[in-house]
């Protein structure tokens, strides 16, 4: 059946693209190669999930592979932003090839990683197979690892070290609760090739063993959080970020993040039914969400590095969509529009700081500054970011935001409620003081202004525009596909939300 | 309201339009599309204040909760059709304003987020659904940001710009928790429904109304949340300045009148705490702007002051309600809702004149200036008839608002039992030194700017603006003056509009609004006699001196030989004597190197007087929170063996906390 | 010969690694703990010893105890490296610490409940300790060389865990799982030989210019 | 409108100029001379409007304004002001504002007037003069309101009406507390001793005599005229509170406040001619106690 083959297409035509582009004979065929083939990727992921939506949950392989509003929904604003990233790798390494700073090798390992990594994501979010979905994870992580040093440096090695290290030992953690989740499975007979079928397991949750539940979920949280980046387990986080180049960086908190998140959303359905809706490990949830936000509001304030900046406000942002996870009810819904929108906002953030970055030739904020004059397109594009990143209206972030506090009112999460104020305040304060001298201030050595290309251009008012329009508009299709996909993690039918005006979840 | 949505329509697509076309062009845009939705508008406006029912209009906003639920009733009203007259006023200034930035900045720009400031201010003061509202409280921020940090490449712009996004989002954030706790209480985000919903538990509304005063009293100005205004104000364009503080920070009084008729019945004590607001800002506001030499800076205490007289009408108000003592409430309300437009009349006026001193003279500084209304007669005058009006003197407008207000209080002094009189009391000292010190303030601000000698080489220099900024001066000072004179028109203007406010039928208002209708016609007869004795006296003193010998002469010098422009009193000098009165308050920090010796050499001194809040309460508590933040800091030690031990730890407390 | 007793070698082989400080014998160790753990498939499930088992045991076997030794004696070749340099924990108190885990582990693995479903009462306890060992080993050392013992012990411990306590995990997962933790294994041996080249050395804790 | 209503205005446009001359005729006594003839404030009006002008180049029409403004705005202020029980030419509840709101009209332009001629002598004037009128103001309406308080109404006319005037029996304490403030108001407000000295020639001491050091002529004649007229409406308040009226017969009742207000100007005189000047750092003491006396007053009737 055609829309099996595609979920197979879409795992394997990065893995071609990946090859082909590794033996490419010019830098310039390989990125173009690489554009081609994640363009297609995401022309035949869009086309799946789009199916999702239209006619229910999709399945291959012995069901094996399965796509369900939740995959198909990530899997979709994952592709949104790979191909953007692409995009924007060659615009990137495009001027690094100029200056001569990138050599063929470089840029044909660049390539097959970039592939490699994105079939893996993929396969996370296709596979129906738990221990599969881990296997995709950890495949990132170790592809990824080298995609950090692409320039080999001290810094990049050193980063690339921690991060490898940090998240494998994360990430077995995860395997050890993915066991766990396996052996609480003994109460329904299953044979050994379904023992991890989220299919299977989902349900029949009520009958697996609680003690092991919570201690599988506990490895899992914690291994899983790890990858995606949840204080205290965050440290990789800003040293990989700060060291990749920038298209790198723009994929590892525009989605690399989320994915690892998705597989913990993906387990709060068992989990929450294991345990008799008792709201155990949404409250753990939440916990990490606060702490996360907590923390990076602390790191935020003090930043001198651009990259480390935005880094920093990844750990709050995936703190954030945590907490709406947590919330539950119409918390899930605005977490699941959160993730779109903290990615798009967030990669055009390091697409500007990339490229700000190679025309001062630092990301020290103290050198970077005044980007409005030197290029006015991307120093939009960082003042742009950077206040939606904070919050600000009209952009989709600040909607997003207004949900989860809603969220937390309306369950009496009082103490949420002030503590991600607060957090959200200090973020404020302390980001809009780089952001000003940022885009406005005086730089000390002058840099002359350099005029953007069309593509730059669209590269910056694309993010910018959907963000408005989302902030102000949000399209019926949309709208149900985060229902279905929040409904998959709430597992309980309709949103309990209340009766929304506006027609709503 | 279609009338309405046109002007909407208008403002915004002229402000795109404005970002695509050429230098002419935009200033036609800037103008043009302003004046026209102002126009439009107006009639709606004017309609519902003249008694025609209140307009309503709902569509569907794919936005969850969202509505886009606006209704033109009498209250939004009298908001809008300031908002409207001031800013097609500024926008015609700002044309000839900037017009030296043109080709050195896009001016397409700064049209831009004016009319988006124009707009999202009808919005806010429209919205009927708390999302919508809270959408275009943020873009009324956001715009007014850009606007304010026109100038970029200064470094105070760009703090002031800082400060004042931090505030107004911090006070945001109240809002947030005022509107969402609302609506988990009424299980609705829509503010007719709220209106619906009678009594709250007075725990409940006892909250909900100390969330709305800081979070609408950060954007009005209250003091202590005041902080952004001398910030912001003086680093915007006059004409922008203008527009901020003549109507956007009332948006914040709008939005406190407006949740106080989604709280039921007011407690006494919420009377008090916006009396003690109206006392702290207004006492402080005028002191402060007493002790500053920059004349931008000195017009936003005024804001600050003439906000905390709006707060005294409010508070007198809502104490007459919880006694229920009609008139109380209705000098109360009167008062204040009338001085929120005279505020915005004069103090527009204000600012625009500052703004031309500063276009004509180059400089803020009060002490450098002097001698201008010789150069800048048109200026000068109108400012005159500002600052009379701002100082609550007769014959403008500025004294009827207070006059309600005093009025309020005495009748709250002579009603029977003291709980009225505590606050008349305090009301009437309160005004009554507000009033004396604003006078001084004023006497000093026009004094020092506009007679006199000129102190300097920019003063010497100055040169009066063209008609495209005269225009806007002249017709908000004829403003002033109308107010005064059509005062009892006015007044019956607010009948709907406290109607709404006490949820009383229309007659009863009016009925009961009689007694002050009378005294505002003694008072207009009253102050036409005064012009009218003035003039006559005039003509006789004319008459007298004609075909006598009238010469002119140096200013008597009381003996001394060469007088020079250095020996004039300052702005500082002239404040001294008050500021030492209230040293304590101020704090102003004095550089003096005295004269010394026989043949002293140069002397000097040096003063200034910074925000009290600004640096007794808010850096520390940002120092604080950003310390006690900077110890969590040693989590990203740079080793990695402490954060795989993070992790492991992490997982152990989970797994022996959360498995018991 | 039984499952209990390779536990115990397991638990022993463990104990040698916190103890020793030269980074030979702490590999070979970790080569033996490898071939003993590959023996472990065939005897948890003795009777049904079906032809995915063997091959994985034999799998695991080879990869643990020849290939990942093989590599990270290449790494150390090229750092010119044979001990620990003054390690955060001394040795004495390592074996302490250990014998104190070992503890923790038994109470925990009884507090999972796990040792019903378990082959062996041993089984989650020496899982879990193998897992304890190896963080030990990550944040107790600091040559990168004992980091990825460690890893690799830590991923043993899991491993135990997985073929004791789980009854069917698909052939499928497990061949992933060895995949990965060889990659991993890989991709960390090629790590240190870049940071050595780099850096000169292969002390961890002095990579420690990025923070904040 | 009864005819006797014009009376009050008459009596003050023509007999205020006479306090001023009773005020140096008590001073002289005191001081043992035979001082000038009573009238004396007649003759220099006379004078001063019979005279040309002489303006300084710095000035502007503001200072040509100054005089006019202060007069018309203190001639309004004396049909609003009540005599010996007789209401005023136009009376309404709060009439009490719009009188002290066009003695602060009058100052307001005769400070800028000041100011005008750029004279640092008279810029320092200007500067006290704002400085004490913004403590006295607060003391005068509070005073008032501890009036209006037992009246019942806050028009003047009513406060001031035969049954309340003098009202001893009743509130005699408040009263009491009243009429200091006043006082204190009166002599800060018309420029007298001990807040300042009418007729020193030392610039230095001086604060409003030095505001005006530049007019002359008619502009001079107005200045003096309103500061007659002011001592006159202030004195008229104070007396209405403090001389008891019968309630029955307007023409005595008339008699009697005139006649308070020569006692008045001879307790002004007295005052100058026993009290030293007080020292400029004092005055706002003595303001803000006269502030705090009228409060008291008001306490006393709130209960």
Redesign the interface.
Known sequence: MKHEALLWLVILVPMATGGLAAVLPSPRKVLGTLCAGVGVTAGLGWLVAGQVFVSGPVSAGWEWLYLDALSAYNLAVMLLIYGLSSVYAWIYFGAELRSGHLTLKQTRLFAALWCEALAAMTLVFVSN?L??M??GI??TT?LT??LI?VH????S??????Y???C???V??A??GT??I??AT?GLRL???E??LWTRLQPHAALL?P??I??AF??L??GYG?KAGL???H??L??AH??APAPVSAIFSGFMLNTALYCVMRYVPIVETATGHTG?GLR?LIGFGLFSI??A???I????DLK?LLAYHSVEHLGIITLGVGLGG?GT??ALFHTLNHSLCKTLAFFAAGRLGQMFGSHDMGKLAGA?RVSPVWGAGILGSV?ALIG???FAL??SE??I??AA??S?AIAA?VLF?FG???V??GA??HA??L????AETAVKPIRASMLETLLVVIPLVLLLAL??????PL?TALNEAANVIRHTGPAPA???????? | MSWLLLALAVLLISGLLALLVQHRTVSVLAAGGVVAAAVCGSIPALRVLLGAPAESLRWNWAVPYGEFAVELDALSAWFVLPILFLSALAAIYGTEYLAGWRGKKSLGGATFFFHLLVASMLIVVLARNAVLFLVAWEVMALASFFLVTFEDEQESVREAGWIYLVATHLGTAFLLAFFLVLGRETGSLDFNQWAATGALAPGTAGLLFALAVIGFGTKAGFMPFHVWLPEAHPAAPSHVSALMSGVMIKTGIYGLFRALTFLGAPPLWWGWVLLGMGLSSGILGVLFALAQHDLKRLLAYHSVENIGIIALGLGLGLIGVSLNSPLLVLLGLSGSLLHVVNHALFKGLLFLGAGSVLHGAGTREIDHLGGLLKRMPWTGTTFLIGAVAICGLPPLNGFVSELLIFAGAYQGVIATGASAAWPGLAVIAGLALIGGLAAACFTKAFGIVFLGEPRSEHAMRAHESGWGMRWPMLLLAAGCAAIALFAPAVVRALVPVLAELTRSPLETVSSSLAPVMRILTRVVTATLGFVGLALLLAWLRNRLLSGRSVKMAGTWDCGYVQPTARMQYTASSFAQPLTHLFKALLRTRERLTRPAGLFPKAASLATETPDLCRGNLYAPAFQKVSWSLSKLRWLQHGNVQLYVLYIALTLLVLLLWKLR | MNADLILILVVLTNLKLLASSRLGACIRTAAAQGMLLGLLPLLVHPHTAPARVVGLALGSAALKGVVFPWLLFRALREAEVTREVEPYVGYVTSILAGILALAASFWLGGRLALSTLAASPLLAPTALFSILAGLFLIVGRKRAVNQVLGFLVLENGIYTFGVGVIAGIPFLVELGVLLDAFVAVFVMGIAVYHINREFDHIDADRLDRLKG | MKPIALLPPLLALVLSPLMLGIINRAKALFAGRQGQPLLQAYYDLWKLLHKGAVYSRTTTWVFRAGPIVGLAAVLTAVALTPLGGVPALTAFPGDLLLFACLLGLMRFFTVIGALDTGSAFEGMGASREVQFSALAEPALLLALAAIARPVGSYSLSDMFSAQWAGNWTQLGPTLALVATALLVVLLAENARLPVDDPNTHLELTMIHEVMVLDHGGPDLACIFYAAALKLWVLGALLVGAFVPLGETNAWLNLTLAVGGQFVLAVVVGLVESTMARLRLSIVPQLLVGAGALAAVALLLVLR
Do not use: Y
């Not at chain 1, 885009?439 to 005086?442: H, I, L, T």
């Open positions: 197979n221990g599969i881990w296997v950890e495949a170790l690892g080298f040093c080999v440096s001290r810094e090695l050193e980063a690339m070290w921690k490898i290290l940090i494998s030992v994360g077995a953690f395997f050890m066991l766990l396996g052996a003994r044979s050994a090739s023992v991890l063993d003690a092991l919570k201690a506990i490895f949280l914690v790890t204080a205290p387990m440290n990789w800003p040293d700060s060291q155990w753990l907590l923390v509001a602390a790191f304030l003090f930043q001198h480390r119409l819904f605005a409005m206040l600000v209206a009209p600040f909607m207004l949900q506090l809603k009112v309306d009496r409620l104020l959200a305040g200090v404020f304060v809009l003081g000003i001298p885009a406005w201030g005086k902030g102000l508009w949000m399209p019926g709208q209340g009766p929304l005006v506006g027609g709503l979840p």
